[in-house]
């Protein structure tokens, strides 16, 4: 379980990166990381102005301050106090005792969660408790000093970056040396108090960042994540993270390394695309398309295009281009006959575009890529690059330059070598373009630039709908479990559909009951969770006797009572419902139903808000969407009847009733949907309303 407090009063985060008072406990001239960190908070207090207070008892002086021996001893106001010793707790529980007033703790020390024992969470917790005693805020534990790392000075719409590993962090700031500009560095570690979300959402803020990069391992607040990725799509500042998890070993040393859950990976793939974050796998694909979105202007096209100087590297590009959904239209009639005034018309423009090479020869270079991106469907160029061609890279690379400075869409040069030790490379660079090293970096970036929330009107309602959602709650509290009647009762009041249903306590009472309902019937058992597993489900009854029979051996078998429904039949079996993310709440659940459900797990997922749109992709994405739309004769069921049901269960789900909620099967069919089971499971503040 996450440690989670009452927030004290939130001092500005802009304190941490220009305070006015640093004091480093445990400050040294030497002793490796002690001392390297020491001069960074030197350097950083003088880069503000601000005093610097080193704190050590076995010291007089360090790097020229003179030392003092506990912060009381300070005496002035501390906006940061870096803690370098190992009992951190002592030092924030003696600092409060003597009142001194301290806006930002930062925890270098280990030993927390992260390391998985009983007596780790509850060290993080009394050191929470410290901090919050005292009216500060706290990063950390297990963090370091990333934060005030010197940060270079360079041109341009600049790249904020958050990470919860200070080694994975990395690669991202040397790409200062290509000339990307950066604007901050978080480094969060356990984020006992300040997580991620709380700086994702400060960076929004900042007219100098484009881009904010997110390298994470867990999440431990969802309200706070909700309301991070909110300001990032109002504030039009994209968000490119990378989370593990993935696998069972990604979650476990997730947990290890900084005590996070990693949660369901699924839900968190759900909630980025719904939310307009681009998720990436690896560190340099998180480094070339946070370039990408800082760099280049937003596309004002869906279309793609491809300009390159050979067929076969077009149409590899091409098949990769369509398998990740990208769209390559043909370009337009007026656009294909002015480019075979240039290209011989044994090459082929429709797009992709191939110029043969040689054309590049006469300078003709810069009046194709021009035409392209001037097609009214192009929003987006490739332009792959021979990175071994004398010649020919060097033109190309030029003209990529020269149309950039005056296109107002975006080009994205691919180097196809495996050197970038060339001129050509670095004057792309040094132009202000991203520049790729693969195909599959590329084509991630231009899908991020296609679906950035400045052109995404589905983000955007997103959004708009999660202004009005309720607080995100972490716990469920008392729990109760409708029974079968109960829970489709409760779910018919809100406005979804079952079959016909009958309670019965004994057999004669079954066998009215069937025939009052119309044959054929199925009949159920109560008392058990699991009806199919122990028998207590059975089908196509079509008469009293079989009822009747039926009936007999239920009851013998120990169910408590009977339940007689309608067999409906044709249709698709589904599954719809609500789960619970232990950090994202309410989740929608779509899926193949019936009793192989589990088995098959063809399942599509969806956090609040959801949208009409959203749930349509969510029925398209499942593996047995072609039998929705007819399969060898059938008729095709009634898909926005599935839409408006999913629809509902958000609505429920956004009421907060709701634990967990399936309905297994839900009968999809040319004449709208019927649900044919049902679990509710609910607060028990909900229970008195199921009555």
């Known amino acids: 379980m996450s440690i989670r407090h009452e927030d004290p009063p939130e001092p500005p985060l802009e304190l941490i990166y220009r305070p006015r008072s640093i004091a480093v406990v445990g400050a040294h001239e030497q002793r490796g990381g002690l001392g390297r960190i020491t001069q960074q908070a030197i350097d950083k207090a003088r880069s503000v102005g601000g005093t610097f207070h080193p704190v050590n008892p076995t010291k007089t002086q360090v790097h020229g301050y003179d030392c003092v021996p506990d912060l009381a001893s300070v005496g002035v106001p501390i906006d940061v106090a870096v803690i370098l010793t190992a009992n951190p707790i002592g030092v924030i529980e003696d600092a409060a005792d003597a009142g001194v007033k301290v806006g930002f703790y930062v925890v270098f020390a280990n030993g927390f969660s992260e390391v998985g024992t009983e007596e780790g969470r509850e060290k993080e917790e009394r050191l929470l408790r410290a901090v919050r005693r005292a009216g500060s805020r706290l990063i950390g534990p297990n963090t370091n000093g990333n934060a005030w790392e ?34 901050y560095w978080a480094p969060t570690g356990n984020e006992t108090d300040l997580e991620s979300s709380d700086f994702i959402e400060w960076f929004t803020q900042d007219p100098g960042t484009a881009v904010v990069c997110a390298y994470i391992e867990g999440f431990r607040s969802g309200q706070k994540l909700r309301s991070a990725a909110i300001a990032a799509v109002e504030r ?9 998890g993935r696998s069972v070993a990604g979650s476990a040393m997730a947990q290890s390394h900084t005590g996070h859950l990693a949660g369901s990976d699924e839900v968190f793939d759900a909630f980025f695309e719904q939310y307009g974050i681009t998720r990436v796998d690896d560190l340099d694909e998180w480094v070339e398309v946070a370039t990408a979105l800082a760099r280049c202007p937003v596309p004002t096209a869906d279309g793609v295009v491809i300009s390159s100087v050979s067929g076969g590297t077009a149409a590899h590009l091409a098949d990769l ?23 011989p018309r044994e090459f082929s423009v429709s797009n992709p575009v191939d110029n043969g090479g040689g054309i590049m020869r006469t300078g003709a270079g810069p009046k194709i890529w021009e035409l392209c991106l001037n097609d009214p469907h192009i929003g987006l160029l490739l332009s792959p690059i021979p990175a071994a061609s004398p010649g020919l890279t060097e033109a190309v690379g030029e003209t990529i330059v020269e149309v950039a400075r005056l296109s107002n869409k975006p080009i994205l040069p691919i180097w196809s070598g ?32 296609l679906g950035h929330p400045a052109r995404n009107e589905e983000t955007r309602e997103v959004v708009r709908l999660a202004r009005s959602l309720p607080p995100l709650t972490s716990s469920p509290g008392a729990v109760t479990t409708l029974e079968e009647n109960e829970a489709t009762g409760w779910l018919e ?82 599954l719809v419902g609500i789960a619970q993310d232990d950090v994202l709440g309410p989740v929608i659940v779509v899926g193949s139903g019936g009793v192989t459900a589990e088995a098959v797990r063809d399942v599509q997922r969806s956090v609040l808000p959801l949208t009409a749109q959203r749930a349509h992709t969510m029925i398209s994405r499942l593996r047995i969407a072609p039998l929705l739309d007819g399969w060898r004769g059938a008729p095709p069921v009634d898909r926005e009847a599935i839409v408006e049901t999913l629809l509902l269960l958000s609505r429920i789900a956004a009421e907060g009733e709701v634990v967990e909620l399936d309905v297994n099967p839900l009968l999809a069919r040319p004449d709208g949907a019927i649900g044919l089971d049902a679990l509710v499971r609910l607060r028990e503040s909900g229970r008195e309303q199921a009555r």
């Open 150 to 183: 010197p940060l270079l000075p360079l041109p341009g719409k600049k790249i904020a970056l958050v990470s919860q590993s200070g080694v994975q962090g990395r690669p991202l700031t040397q790409a200062q040396e290509l000339g990307v500009a950066l604007s």
């Open 236 to 244: 039009g500042k994209p968000i490119v993270a990378v989370k593990i």
């Open 321 to 343: 281009a369509a398998a990740a959904g990208l769209h390559l239209p043909e370009l337009s009639p007026g656009t294909r006959a002015a480019l075979h005034e240039i290209i």
């Open 418 to 449: 495996p050197s970038a030790d060339h001129p050509t490379y670095r004057l792309l660079w040094e132009a202000g373009l991203p520049v790729f090293r693969n195909f599959r970096n590329a084509l991630a970036a231009a899908k991020s630039l």
């Open 493 to 574: 009041k809100r406005g979804l559909r079952f079959a016909r249903h009958e309670l019965a306590a004994n057999v004669d009472e079954a066998v009215a009951r069937a025939e009052d309902i119309g044959f054929p019937v199925v009949l159920k058992g109560r008392g058990a969770a699991h009806k199919t597993e122990r028998g207590f489900v059975v089908t196509g009854l079509t008469d009293g006797a079989a009822v009747r029979a039926a009936a007999g051996r239920l009851l013998g078998d120990g169910a408590t009572g009977l339940l007689v429904a309608r067999q409906e039949s044709g249709g698709v079996e589904l």
